[in-house]
């Protein structure tokens, strides 16, 4: 993105006209155009190595093979990428590769995203003629703290050495002896210790690195992609969550299998740290998935159709000078822009509600790549839209208020339940939006259970100030939904400007309002 | 008084020996049918019932039918006519059985000076009865039919009600002919008549007075029996007949009266057409053969002679219709009814003219 | 009219074939019974329990797992198997072998036969020629379905 | 015959020594061309001598000169003494024998390119050498010869004798460079080529170090006398260096274009023993091979190219009817599959299974496929390499597989 | 006890590292002089290296399992090594080494007992002209035979 748009050079791929950036690489201008070429030690993220040699394309003009990952487009370039030539040089390389490959794909993690395996399924599909014995090298080398290094299946790309050369500056993993036995390892009594390990099982094309988290926990093939954002920390990295659909006849111990980056050069780049990879049991661990009814006079059962309902009704029936001293509300950051934003209207704009405050997690440490200090993915955002990030203090919460509305299970870790029960004991009605069942849960009367990050649609302002819209990796679980639908109805509820929410059927809408009213949401979006 | 009395212990009797006849055979011609069937396929058929190990070819399957049958679950759907449902098994069973009174198993037997007519009852109009209680039986049919109060056991009750007395009437016009020939209706006499010889070496059986008479009984009867080829009522394989509502049984009464009404068939063939209990050219003391010679024998083998030789008549025709079950595929409705009314009817008016003219000649 | 004589006729023969075949089968029987040993059999008819038909090579029978010769089962849960079972009745749970030319071994494989379907895909399929369908039992009735789930000792036993 | 110019004065005693060099009018080409000469004019001289590098792919030096941009980072010279080609011992000799002319060709072509620092590589187990380098060094800093300010024009330069330590890649250009920086040998990828980007990022001149020991008689004696001791367009003598089975092995100063016979029959004394020429290796050992059929041949660089084999560095192998080609091929391979720097996957593999169906032939379980496997795979490593180790190994390998196949079929 | 250069070392490596511009490019030279100084390069003089020079000790790994030149194992006094190339063989190297093999009771890539000589056979010497030829520390060796070597090696113990 930083790179300035560069002049257009017209090139030819397979004889169809293309353009391309001047002093971009072949393999660049090819994927442009759609066209895989098969790499293995390329990756976008390093400078070219051109030692795997499977990149290698036909130019006119050149007695030899080049490398796409390196060689530059020149103006009138002829390409062939699928030549007779080029394809029999890629199988050669596949039968070296295989060679020496330990054929245990099925005790392989990779297998399945395998590139090797895919490429052997393009190009090669032949014969093993190799009756030689392999080399003999290390088949489980703990390298790091989640990861495992299997030397034979290595095929000594060295994107995992160059990325902890050039990335993370560790580094940690050297090439040690050559030829035939190259190998990649460790330096015996050291080990991948940084917060981007998981990583380089990610990069791996091959099986050669796996992550322990996913070992052994399933086959990738049975994994399916949800495009989201980590909501672990304001940096919002993009990531894609792999889950497992299920089987008809067994119960899966749970959805959420590992979570893998995604590209965004604006905000990640090609990483995810190892707290966000790792940290997906959030997503899976005590979630709750039916609607809690602790307390409830006279009311009949509460659905999703009747919660707007239900709170509209409470707030209503208050006194005008208590609507505003008598309401208090509780927030958290893992609510999107459009949720945010609806909360503000309604409570702050509209109710003058005073009481707001936010319940977070504590802040933790930064590492000064991508992970930050702050563990709340939409601080940003809740600032830029009005609200003053006040810390919840009990005592003021808890005077003269009549009715709490809470967002999030945070509370609970910010105080203990003793203290917290007997400041809550002293508010008459209690509401709590939260996707855990909680031992919080009981403190309160209702309690909805809501979808996360990963589980419904919206926006998130990371701390930079970058809008990212994410939407719906997985099915939240049982009646969970997300807030900004009870959120619209609970404006419409109210009354205060009823047609104002009903021009809201989903939360692009409401981000497109939000550009008209907050000038820093304008046009951030697209 | 000692005289009425054995005279009600006698029939008493007779009327013990006739059922059980009637009923063993009824059980073993299940056994039968299933033997026969399994051996014109290929196939063993029931060999597997046994008793303490014993298994004798199968023997005790109907007992184990029977067993079955009994214990298995009585049950009489809900939304039916729950009176009228349990009686019509009951009608069907009854009115086949009671058939077999009028039935000759043989000759007079003497015992000292005491006569005993082989025949539980030796009406004057022994035929006409037969024929009436043949046709009452089809009460059972439409009111288990009905009764069921489901549309498919309704047409099953329905088709068999139309199949029934279509062929009926073929019934009894084919034997009008066999009266005219043997001026009788009482079925002794007709089988006594049947005793005489033609042409002094052919004995005078129905089959060789009325031959086409015989045709268009055998046909309308095995239409009677509701058996394949002629099973639209109940057509177990694919058409849901008449009896699909019960179980148990009842059921089995059902079945057992289907096999009954075979049994019955049999003994009217061989009574009105194969000279019941005649042995060709036995007299009551013995044989008395055409060319010439004699076999006297005493009066008891004559009278087993022609109990055996009804029996095997009977069974022959059993056996004879169970092949005819098991090797013609069933009949299509339209052509059921075209056969019993535009061929056998008619046939059979012919079969009376063409008696009359040959008998008046 | 000579075409209804024609199917008359034709009706008679149809009788005629099957008292043949009632009349040679109960010849053929009465000489079994009566002891006598014929090449030509009354019936086709197998005495199932008593006497069983020969499994064909290519049957497929009840699945077994193969062992290692030490015993461990063969199957690396590569759950290739579990993919490409088309009525998803089995179930595989890896887990990690300490043996590093192992490493990885089923700790949980069941196979749910109350679902399967027996179209041998799962034996197609295993990379490690550990699952087979060559046991020829085919009598594994059960009377509850749960008797039908088979683990890995079952599978194995 | 024409005259002998690098080994002249190979016969003197202590040649080694700078004063011994001087008398026979060494350093006289370096003051010449510092003293009188610009470097335009020094690098328009050697760009009309025609002279091709004498490493093995014969690049003309001039034009590679020419390349070196012009800036302001620092410019390096390498000079590729790291003789690892089997069969080749002409660096170790000339340099053990004359270590001063050597420092003279650096001497100018620095000046004539702009650079103040150049690093001789010279191949670890020259250790011997290296020292008596390092001493020629320090001799000429005391002359002025190095070091700052030489001979008053203005022109620093020192030069550091680095000395590798077992890698037969690190001849290769780039490999060479990571070497000298401290890493592992393994090729860089091309463009950018060295001479723009090379040591330290920098731009660097590499050249080997016959070539370099060639450029003080450029100088001195013109380029129009250097092309005539040789080929139009490839000037100067060569030196081949003859070894295997022949009377006289040793390095022989010859005119470019001698013929092959003529070498190995008249001035190497012919065969040892009396035994039967079977096949020569003309110009190191991944030069394909030539049988004694094809050694009528002139040995120059277009001529070899014709018979399908190439001159590369000169060094001629003698093979003899009795040696076993089977184990020709056994060390040709072991040798490369040893010396493969692991980097890219068709020479890291390739020859290490090429070599593993050799020993398995030479083993006797060798079957008739298994010599169509070694051509299908040493073709598949041809052209497929980052750098020429690759084709290096092939082209030995192809040649005799083809050449010799019946008798490598009468192993299996 | 981790090794220390001595002082007089430790002053030609800092002029060594002083003519590179970084201090890395220095590293072959100094592994040169560990291997002198200390008899082999182990995962101590690694972390030496490495320390000296500012770099991670698998930098130093890399090179040292990379360049045959260096030894990981301790070596004997004498480390002969015999050229197994092309030239050396066909003039019968392998006879030549065969024969040390039996003179010294260990096969190549091994160090005597008494920690006196190591034996490996290597690539190309370099000294093609003086086949077969060996090199004892550094110290070139031509035209071998079993006589000749009787002698040298005589002359060193």
Known sequence: MQERANEMIKIFIDEKPVDAEEGTTVLKAAERAGIHIPHLCYHPAFPPEGSCRMCLVEIEGFPKLELSCSTVVKEEMKISTKSERVVEARKAVLEFLLAEHPLDCPICDKAGDCKLQDYYYEYGLFESQFKETKEKREKKLKIGKSLILDQERCILCTRCVRFLKEVTKTQDLGVFHRGVHSSVNIYEGTSVENNYSGNLAEICPVGAITDEDFRFQTRSWFLKEGESICPLCSRGCNILIEYHPGFSRFELPNRVYRIKARENPEVNGFWICDRGRYGYSYLDEGRADKIILNKIEGENVLTWENISEYLGEKINSMSSAKKTSGIALILHTWLSNEELFLLHKIFKKDLKVEKIFFADLPEGEADGFLLTSEPSPNRRGAQEIGFDIKAVDLSTLADGTDFLLAFGPFLSGLFSPKYLKGALSKIKRKVLFSSYSHELNSLFDVVIPVALIAEKEGSLTNVEGIVQGFQPALEPPGESLPEWKVLCDLGKELGMDSKFYSEFPSPETILSEMGEKIPFFKKKND | MTETLTEMLVIFIKIVCALVWLLALTLYLTWLERKESALIQDRLGANRASIFGIRIIGLFQPFADAIKMIFKEDFVPPFSRKFLHTMAPFISFFFVAITIAAIPFGDTLRIGNRTINLQILDFNVGLLFILAMLSLGIYGIIISGWASNNKYTLIGGLRGAAQVISYEVALGLSLIGLIMVYPSLRLSSIVLYQGELLFGFLPKWGIFLQPLGFGIFLFAALAETKRVPFDLPEGESEIIGFFTEYSGLKWGLFMMTDFMEVIIVSTLLTTLFFGGWQVPWLASDGFHFPWGGELLLPHVVVILLQVAAFNIKVFFFCWLQILIRWTYPRFRYDQVMDLGWKLLVPLSLVNIIGTGIIMTI | ?157 | MKEKVLTEHFGLENLYKIDVYQKQGGYRAAEKALKKMKPEEILEEVKKANLRGRGGAGFPAGIKWSFVPDTDKPKYLCVNADEGEPGTFKDRYIMSHNPHMLLEGIIITAFCVGISVAFIYIRGEYEAIALRLEQAISEAYEKGFLGKNILESGFDLDVFVHRGAGAYICGEETALLESLEGKRGNPRLKPPFPASVGLFQCPTVINNVETIFNISHIILNGAEWFIKQGLPKDGGTRIFGVSGMVKNPGIYELPLGTSLKDIIFKHAGGMKEGKKLKAVIPGGMSAPILTADEINIKMDFDSLVEANSMLGSAAIIVIDEKTSILDVLKVVTKFYSHESCGQCTPCRIGNSWINKIVIRIAEGKGKKEDIDSILRLASNIEGNTLCPLGDAAALPILSITKKFRKELESYV | MSPEFSEKTKKKIEEIVARYPQKEAAILPVLHITQQEFGSISAEEEKLVARILGIKPIRVRELVTFYTMFSRKSLGKYHIQVCSNLSCSLLGAGNFVDYLVEKLGIEPGETTPDKKFTLSTVECLGACERAPCMMINFNYYGDMNPKKVDEILDGLK
């Open chain 3, 1 to 157: 009219m000579i075409k209804a004589l024609g199917y008359f006729i034709e009706i008679i023969r149809g009788g005629l074939i099957t008292t043949r075949h009632f009349v040679v089968n109960l010849f053929y029987h009465i000489l079994k019974v009566l002891g006598i040993k014929t090449k030509r059999k009354g019936s086709v008819t197998i005495q199932y329990p008593e006497q069983k038909k020969e499994i064909a090579s290519r049957h497929r029978s009840l699945h077994r797992l193969m062992t290692r010769p030490d015993g461990k089962p063969r199957c690396v849960a590569c759950m290739l198997c579990v993919t490409v079972c088309p009525s998803e009745c089995i179930y595989v749970e890896a887990a990690e072998d300490p043996d590093p030319e192992i490493q990885k071994y089923p700790a949980k494989f069941i196979i749910d036969l109350g679902r399967c379907c027996f179209c041998g895909f799962c034996v197609e399929a295993c990379p490690e020629d550990a699952i087979r369908m060559d046991t020829g039992n085919v009598e594994f009735a059960q009377y509850s379905q749960q008797d039908l789930i088979y683990d890995l000792d079952k599978l194995i036993g």
